[in-house]
C-alpha cells in the first residue's frame, strides 16, 4: 500500500500550478465571467499544448494515456484558480461519452480532436425533473426510415453552447427498469431543431445551458454505443466525472484555507493578529479538517476507479458527499473569517463560494450520494 | 498511489483471520460499547491479550529483541481491520501498549528495554499514565508533582487525577517537577513509577457511568530509584510529547477498530428497531444519517493510511495524522448519540431493567463517550495545536 502521490506527479503539480498562477489569474477568470464562453481560444489551445486535454485519453487516440490519479493533481490546481471553461464538459463528459461508449471510428473523429483543442464537446443528460438516476431521462428517441428523431428539454447542461457536438441522452424504449432503453447519440451543433440556450447562473465560471431537442433528426450512426444500452457507460462516466469534480473541489477548498490563514495572520483587531483568538482558530482548525478528509476520500476514489475496484462506486459517493458539504462549509467560514472584505466583489472569496454551491449540486449532491452510500452498504 | 496488499499482506490478514475465529473467547460477548475495557471483564482481557501475546498478534511493530515482531505498520493496521471485522475484544493494557512500551523503546536504557516492553505486551504489567492534575490538565506544562533527589533516589510528592486503571496498573508513566527554577517545559522529568511503592495510594473516583474506573493517586514521599528516571533529567516534556504522538497513531488503529465495530452494531439495532411504524433502516432520514456516519468512519480509515504512507516512505505523518483524534472523537460522540435516538423513550433505561435494549450497553457507552473529547488532549486543545502548528496562525 502506498497511499501517496508519486515524485512524477508532484512534478506534474508544481508544473500545472506555475501554468496556471501565468494563465489564469483572477482578472482572467473574471473577464470570463462577462462572457458567453468560459475560455479564450488562446487559453484553450495552452491547455491543449500542455497535454491536459487528452491527459486520460489512450495514445491511439491522440491522449497520453494517464490515469484519474494523475488527472486528480491537475483537477486540484485548477479548483484552486477556479479555471473556468468546458474542460469538464469536454474532457471529462462528452469526450469520455465517447472513449467508454463509442465504436473506433466515431473514437477516432472526435478524440484526437478533442486532444488537440479542435473540438469542444458537452453531455446533455440531466432534465427539469433536476434527477441524477436513470429515472431522469425522459427524453425520447424515435427510430425512423431516415434514422432517430430526439425529443425533448435537457437542462443544466455544461457548456452546450460552445461544443462542437452534444452526447445527448435519450430514451429508445421503456426498460424493464429505468436503467434499461437509454441510450447516447452524438449530436452536432447547429443540428436542425436543436436549440441552445445560456442560462444566467451564479457561479458565472460555469456556464450552464438548456438544449431544447424538437424532433432533431440523426442518423442510424449517431447512436454511441448499444441501443438501449446507454446506462452502464454514462453511469461509469458520471462517477469518473464525480471523481475528478470532488479533486477540483478539494483544490478550491485548500486555496480558502490558505487565503484566510494568511488574512488571520496580518488583520490586527483589538491590537493583535485576528489568528491569535481561539473563535478564529478554531474555525480555521475545522476547515483543515473538512479539506484533509475531502482529500483522503477523493484520492482513494480515484484510485479506486483507476483500478476498476469493485468498491469504486461506494468510493466516489462517499467522497462527493463529502466534499459537496466540506466545500460549501470551509467557503462560507472563509467568507466569516475575512469579515465585510469576504463580502465583497472585489475578493475572490465569492468566486470560491459560488464554485462550490455549482459544484455541489453537479453529480449529485451530499444528500443523494449518501443514499447512494446507504444503497451500496446495503442499508 | 496504491492501497492494495502485496501477497505477504495478503497472507498475513488470512492468517489473521483465521486466528481470531479459532480464538475469541466464546464468553465474550460484544454488544455496542466501544469503549476501554469494563472493570467487570478485566480477567477475561487479561487472558485474551496473554493469547494474543502468544500467538505474536501484538506489539507488532516493536523491535524483535523487545519482545516485538518488527513488522511495519502495514501489518498493524491489517491486525487491527481484521479485529474489527471479527468484533474481537479489546486489548486491556491500552495504555502500556500505546503509550508506555513505544515511548520506552525510543528513550529507555537498554536495561530498561529488556526489561519493560515485553511484560507490557504480554499483559503481566498493566500501566497508567501520570499526567494530569487536579491544576493541570489542558496545561499540561503547569504540573506541580514534585521530586527531590536525595541520594541515588527521588522524593515524590504530589497527586494525579483521572487516571485510569491506576486500581490494576503495575507501573505508572508520571511527569514530575525536578526543577522548579527552569522554565515550565525544561524542569520536569519522566518516571516509570512502580505503583506498589510505599507512599503511593490509589482512591477510585466515580464517574458519569456509576462505575469507578478512573483514579486519584496520591504520591507521599515515594522513593523513587535514579534508574527509574526515562530519557534523562528535565528532558521530560519531549518524552512525554512522544508518548503522545504514539498515542495518536496506534491508539489511532485502535480507535478506529472500535468505531468500526461500534457502527456495525449500531446498524444491527438499527435494523431490528422501528419508528413510526417503519424499520430504521428504511426510513429515508435515518438513512442519511447512518451513511454519514459510515463516510466518517471510512475516512478515518483511509485517512489513517495517508499517514502511514508517510511512516512507510520514512516520513512524518503530518497534517492528517494530527485530525484523527479529533475527527474520531466528533465520529464517535455522534455515533453514540444516534444510539440513544435510535431508542427512544427506550433511551431512558439503564442496566438492570428487563426492558433496557441490549442489556443497556449503549447507555453505558453514550455516557462514556462525553470523555472522548475531554481525554488525551481536550477538542479544543486538538484544534489550538492544529492552527498553530500545522496552519501557522499565532500564540496567543
Known sequence: ?379 | MDFSLTSEQQAFRQTVRAWLKENIPHEWKHLGSSEIPRLEAYELLREWQRKLYDAGFIGLTWPKEYGGRGLTFMEELILHEEMALAKAPPILNVLGVGMAGPTIIAYGTEAQKKRYPSKILSCEEIWCQGYSEPNAGSDLASLQTRAVKDGDHWVLNGQKVWTSFAQVAHWMMLLARTDPQAPRHKGITYFLLDMKLPGVVVKPLRQITGEAEFNEVFLDNVRVHESEVLGGVNNGWQVGITTLMYERLTLGFGLQMRLRIAFDSLIELARRMEKHGRVITKDPLWRQKLAQLWIDTECLRVTGARAITKLLRGEMPGAEASTGKMVWVETHQRLQELAMELEGSYGQLAKGSEWAVEGGVWQHSFLRSRANSIEGGTTEIQKNIIAERLLGLPKD
Open chain 1, 1 to 379: 500500500m502506498d497511499f501517496g502521490f508519486s515524485q512524477e506527479q508532484e512534478m506534474l503539480r508544481a508544473t500545472a500550478r506555475k501554468f496556471l498562477d501565468n494563465e489564469c489569474t483572477s482578472t482572467f477568470v473574471r473577464a470570463r465571467m462577462e462572457e458567453p464562453a468560459g475560455v479564450t481560444d488562446e487559453f484553450w489551445a495552452k491547455l491543449a499544448e500542455q497535454g491536459w486535454l487528452g491527459l486520460i485519453y489512450p495514445e491511439e487516440y491522440g491522449g497520453t494515456g494517464l490515469g484519474f490519479v494523475d488527472l486528480t493533481v491537475l483537477m486540484e490546481e485548477m479548483g484552486r484558480c477556479v479555471m473556468p471553461g468546458p474542460f469538464v464538459s469536454t474532457v471529462l463528459l462528452g469526450g469520455l461519452a465517447i472513449l467508454e461508449a463509442g465504436s473506433l471510428a466515431q473514437k477516432k473523429e472526435w478524440l484526437p480532436r478533442i486532444a488537440t483543442g479542435e473540438a469542444k464537446a458537452a453531455l446533455a443528460w440531466t432534465e427539469p425533473n433536476a434527477r441524477w438516476d436513470a429515472a431522469g431521462v425522459t427524453a425520447t428517441a424515435r427510430e425512423t426510415k431516415g434514422g432517430v428523431v430526439l425529443t425533448g428539454t435537457k437542462l443544466f447542461v455544461l457548456d452546450a453552447h460552445t461544443a462542437d457536438v452534444l452526447v445527448v441522452v435519450a430514451r429508445t424504449a421503456e426498460g424493464k427498469s429505468p436503467e434499461g432503453g437509454v441510450s447516447l447519440f452524438l449530436v452536432p451543433k447547429g443540428a436542425k431543431g436543436m436549440t441552445v440556450k445560456l442560462l444566467p447562473t451564479m457561479d458565472a465560471t460555469r456556464k450552464l445551458c438548456e438544449v431544447n431537442l424538437k424532433d432533431v433528426t440523426v442518423g442510424a450512426d449517431a447512436v454511441l454505443g448499444t441501443k438501449g444500452g446507454g446506462w452502464p457507460p454514462l453511469a461509469r462516466v458520471i462517477e469518473r466525472a464525480t471523481v475528478a469534480l470532488c479533486a477540483e473541489m478539494c483544490g478550491g477548498a485548500q486555496k480558502v484555507l490558505d487565503m484566510t490563514t494568511e488574512y488571520a495572520k496580518i488583520r490586527i483587531a483589538f491590537g493583535k493578529p485576528i489568528g491569535t483568538y481561539q473563535g478564529v482558530k478554531h474555525k480555521a482548525a475545522d476547515m483543515l479538517v473538512d479539506v484533509e478528509n475531502a482529500k483522503s476520500l477523493t484520492y482513494y476514489a480515484a484510485w479506486a476507479v483507476d483500478e476498476n475496484a469493485p468498491e469504486a462506486p461506494l468510493a466516489v459517493s462517499m467522497a462527493k458527499a463529502y466534499a459537496s458539504d466540506a466545500y460549501r462549509k470551509v467557503s462560507a467560514t472563509g467568507i466569516q473569517l475575512h469579515g465585510g472584505i469576504g463580502f465583497t466583489w472585489e475578493h475572490d472569496l465569492h468566486l470560491y463560494f459560488k464554485r462550490a454551491k455549482s459544484s455541489e449540486f453537479t453529480f449529485g449532491d451530499a444528500t443523494y450520494h449518501r443514499e447512494r452510500v446507504a444503497q451500496l452498504i446495503s442499508l
